[in-house]
């Protein structure tokens, strides 16, 4: 590859084609080690470098479940918690759709 080539880094939830100029967490780390990615600031859900393998989408398909499981769960959770569960499974729900990915839970 060429010397400025993205780096690409493979994970659980997704896998990072870092590209400095285009990376959430370049923009979230100033003033730490320029260049290398701060894997502590991603935000997989909105950043524009993230590459999906079946792998990945599995996890966040599990994620789906794991989510509706609790939205199920009895005794309810508090509203507040609802709400946070809910607004996160519509997240996730439309990462995978927009990514050509069915939001299943698995």
Known sequence: MKRHDPAIYPGEY??????????????AKRGRG??????GG???????????TPEN?????????RIEHRLAARPPLP??????????????AEFLTSNGIPAVAA
């Open 14 to 27: 997704v896998t990072c084609v870092h590209a400095a100029p285009t990376a959430l967490c370049e923009k």
């Open 34 to 39: 320029e260049g290398l990615p701060d894997h």
């Open 57 to 65: 989408a599995g996890v966040w398909q599990r994620e789906l479940g």
């Open 79 to 92: 509203p507040r918690l609802r709400a946070r569960q809910i607004a996160r499974h519509g997240e996730i």
């Open 42 to 52: 991603c935000l997989p859900l909105a950043c524009r470098n993230v590459a999906l």
